[in-house]
C-alpha cells in the first residue's frame, strides 16, 4: 500500500509571510497533484506534476516534484487570508493502477489578517 | 464549477433507511469515482468506474451498492448504514490514458446517519 506523508499538519500563520507544505512518500509515483478544499465543498485541482524534478508556478504558488518521483513541496510566498483552507496532495502510481490515486492527510492553513 | 454535479448536497437519514447519492458529469470523461472523507483521515477510495465498467471495489462494505448506468452517471445506493458511515463523499470524474489522469471532484454529498 503507498503512502503519502503529508507535513505540517496544521499552519496557523500571518498574512505576508512565506510557508511550505510537504508530501513525502517512499514510494515513486507517475504524478502528483495538489489540491485546495474549503469547508463543505470538493477538492479544486491546483496543479499536477509528471516529471521528476518539475517546477510549476501558480501565481505566489510554487510547485516542485522531487527528482525521483516520491515526493512534492508547495510553497507560498506572501499569504493572504483567502489562501486558507485544506491542502491535499494526491499521487498516482499508474502501471496497472490508472485513476488511482492516495491521498494524503491534508494540511490545514490558516492565514490570519 | 467543475463539471461534476452531486446531488443531495445534504442528507439525513436513518439507519434503516435507503436512499441513494447521484452524480453527473459534464466532462466528456472515461472514469468516475466514489470517495469518503471522514474527519482527520485521508481521503479514502470506494470504487472506480472506467467505461462503465467497476474496476475497484476498495474493500467497502456491501450497505454501500455502487452503479454506472452510463459514463456521465454514477449513484451510490445506501441502505442500513451505521451512524460511522456519516461523512463527505466526493464524486469525481477523470479522463484516464497513459498521458497521465487528473481528477475533478464534485462538491460532495454531506451525509449524515442518525
Known amino acids: 500500500t503507498q503512502l503519502l506523508e503529508q507535513s505540517p499538519q496544521f499552519l496557523s500563520i500571518q498574512e505576508g509571510e512565506n510557508l511550505t507544505v510537504y508530501c513525502n512518500s517512499s514510494?515513486?509515483?507517475?504524478?502528483l497533484q495538489w489540491y485546495r478544499q474549503e469547508p463543505g465543498e470538493g477538492p479544486v485541482l491546483l496543479v499536477t506534476v509528471v516529471t521528476g524534478g518539475e517546477v510549476k508556478k501558480l501565481k505566489r504558488l510554487t510547485f516542485q516534484f522531487g527528482d525521483a518521483r516520491k515526493d512534492s513541496s508547495l510553497h507560498i510566498t506572501a499569504a493572504q487570508p483567502g489562501d486558507t483552507g485544506l491542502y491535499l496532495c494526491a499521487g498516482e502510481a499508474g502501471g496497472t493502477s490508472y485513476g488511482k490515486l492516495t491521498f494524503g492527510q491534508g494540511t490545514i492553513l490558516t492565514v490570519h489578517p | 464549477e467543475t463539471g461534476v454535479t452531486q446531488t443531495p448536497r445534504h442528507l439525513v437519514m436513518g439507519m434503516t433507511n435507503k436512499k441513494s447519492l447521484k452524480c453527473e458529469q459534464h466532462l466528456g470523461h472515461n472514469a468516475m469515482y466514489w470517495y469518503k472523507q471522514s474527519a482527520k483521515k485521508p481521503l479514502e477510495l470506494m470504487f472506480v468506474y472506467n467505461f462503465k465498467e467497476q474496476t475497484e471495489n476498495n474493500s467497502v462494505p456491501s450497505r454501500f451498492s455502487p452503479e454506472c448506468p452510463n459514463s456521465s452517471h454514477l449513484f451510490l445506493h445506501l441502505h442500513t448504514l451505521q451512524p460511522e458511515d456519516s461523512a463527505l463523499y466526493l464524486c469525481?470524474?477523470?479522463?484516464?490514458?497513459?498521458?497521465?489522469?487528473?481528477?475533478?471532484f464534485g462538491e460532495g454529498s454531506w451525509l449524515t446517519v442518525v
Open positions: 514510494s515513486v509515483f507517475s504524478s
Open positions: 469525481a470524474s477523470s479522463q484516464v490514458s497513459r498521458a497521465g489522469n487528473t481528477i475533478y
